[in-house]
């Protein structure tokens, strides 16, 4: 089943060759033009395109390997002079790279299958097959993730790729492979470092569950397992970093660009801080409507102004890096304990990832809207067990999703962007009504709290907003910024409320688990 | 465990389907001099928002029919007027007249598309749904039928190609759904709206109006002669109604006019028995007894129609 669903998929991303492409493409036409044409030693050197290396090692190797296919298509893209070179066959090339490589992310999907469906292997394989049940829909709700598709197969990144390690490596956490989801979440790090949002779960639970052991409470250490462990992860560091250790500073200093980016991304991510700008910017207007700033001080007033860079705030105390830091680390707090009191369970690994997820991409500094994705694909392989996770889920589906119509612009990617989070939100809310569905109750549909569905309405104007009221209303672009205000600052609102009844879920069941010991 | 909603997420699964194809080029694209049939829908645009009526079917200075001229009955002439007045608010150079011959441009193929999907989804999308809701089956397998009838010919001649046929197709659905239920007056309306938008509709039309007639003439069971008469009368007198109200303007004028148009309607018969590639019966046999050498057409079109 999970075959013939990636099948279909496929068929369907192909249509999408000719869409809309961001500067991403060029980004990664450019990295395989450096792997390719240059020797190793000028790989994070070359500045010829403004789009420098700043993934880790291991991606430029990939890259490297995918330029050797690029060669067969279109040697000209090869070319390091060649700047935003995209002929037929270069685009035709990019795009299939994307959807093949996407077989790595049906593969983790496979992985964790086995283990989500109902917890035996050989029932999961026949259960696999039917058309309807838990795995089948798990399935499909992860391959068909139209998150996943907006951004890689139209904007253009390979997200997809990456997610599947991730799947292998939480895959193998499920199946108490530890050691062999170690070794794939250090290769998931060496390939793109925005993982590390997510290492601290790692390094305790596997600390917790796998090097410690508890038996018959009498705690072991398994010095053992912790030199594995170690082996691990620096052979793989050791051969991804080797050849370039002479240039290890500069090689950071890409990977690490801390100086030049600003609290917020140009179009902020819907996150904690958007909220923060947003109140800042409130009370500078408000302040010089009432007359309680001095109109000669430098406080600036204006709503649309300033949005690329946040550097500085206006009323409230100015954010740095070190703070996001201390925010994040007491968000990740819930995670580690949930993982310290109730080890060796395969399902609070994957709660703690969410909580981590979420903790890094609420208070992280300069976070990507795109980060969305990496809380919403562990939260995936929740909902069909939980009907609190379920309903959890959908909110943050459809939020996430809608939060990254701002990538998506031009004309027909602006149909396309409704249409297909339409689909998937109603497909996902038609699928798992019916798996959570209990004869008990009268209803058949999942049920949201009121105040849960007021604010999917107002969602829902918010993209129309977005996508078609705002050009209408107001075509000449005064106020360019405005939806996109908009859309982070209530994306943000919903974001956070599902974060908060996450943790909340999240401590209750551990508080009924250590109550029941 | 029943799935609600299965037949609106595969009614909106084949819209991304249709959006998908798109995207990709349209017939005739970047091909002067002629371009295809893109460039055709475009064309009667432009004709029938700068002309006046009585010049739409005919050969004068500024309407060449050789240049893709009207040959659809009146009604895709006023879809073309309308969709063209629309098109003229958006950018006049899309339909100025000659000016904007074999024009071509991202943001039209944008208006152009959406015009197919919008016409698609008020006509046959619409059609479809209703009609597949209605029926007395399993809901287990609806939307199976729902997907087949979605079929990738039509979406690929109508999102690709580029054509309106969703539009004839859709009327003709409606027409088949109001039968269904019983509303012949309503069935007659659709039916002859979608004749008159494409005269391909002619195909559906002996069994429609035979099934009508027979209909008509049957039902209910056991009524009188001066009700069922009552049928008959109500169902051609919608139909000549419609057909009178579509075909108004060129009724009026002169004698000539109507001539005219049904010339154009019915061009193909001096094209020939078969144009092209087409996997019929006299283009097959064609491979072995050459017609089109043996016979001239018309006696083929008199040939073909007894």
Redesign the interface.
Known sequence: MLWRIFASVTFGKLLFIPSYRSTDFEVHRNWLAITHSLPLNKWYIDDTSQWTLDYPPLFAWFEYILSWGALLFDPEMLKVNNLNYASQNTILFQRISVILTDIVYALGVQKCLYSFGNNQGGKVQKDAEKWFSSSTILAFLLLCNVGLFMVDHIHFQYNGFLTGILLLSVGSILQKENLKAAFWFSILLNLKHIYLYIAPVYAVYLLRSYCFDIQKSKMTFHFKRLIKLGVIVVTTFGFTYGPFVSQLQQVLSRLFPFENRGLCHAYWAPNFWALYNIVDKILAFLGHKLGWIDPLSKVTASMTGGLVQEFEHAILPSIGPKTTLVFTILAILPAVVILLKQPNQPRVFIRAIVLCAFASFLFGWHVHEKAILIVITPLTLLAVSSQEDCRLFMLLSITGHVSLFPLLFTPFENVLKIVVVLTYSLASYSFLSALHYDPKSKGTLLKFRSWERFFLYGLGFVALFESCIHSMVDPSGRLPFLPLMIMSVYCAVGIIYVWFSFVIGSLKTEKKISKQK | ??????L??IA??T???K??????PYSGKNQPPKFGDYEAQRHWMEITVNLPIQDWYRNTTDNDLLYWGLDYPPLTAYQSYLTGSVAKKINQDYVKLHVSQGFEN??HQ?FM??SV?VSDCIFFVSALYFYIRSLKMSNKYKWVFFALSSHSGLTLIDYGHFQYNCVSLGLTLWAIIFVSQGKNVLAAIAFSAALNFKQMELYHAILLFAGFYLLASCQPKGSSLPSQLKNLVQIGAATVATFAIIWYPFLQIHDWLLQQVIVRLFIPFQRGIFEDYVANFWCTLNVVIKIKRLLNPTSIASGTIT
């Open positions: 465990m029943e799935v609600p909603y299965k609106e997420v909106l699964t819209i991304i389907i959006l998908g194809v798109s995207v990709f991202f943001d944008y598309r959406m999907l």
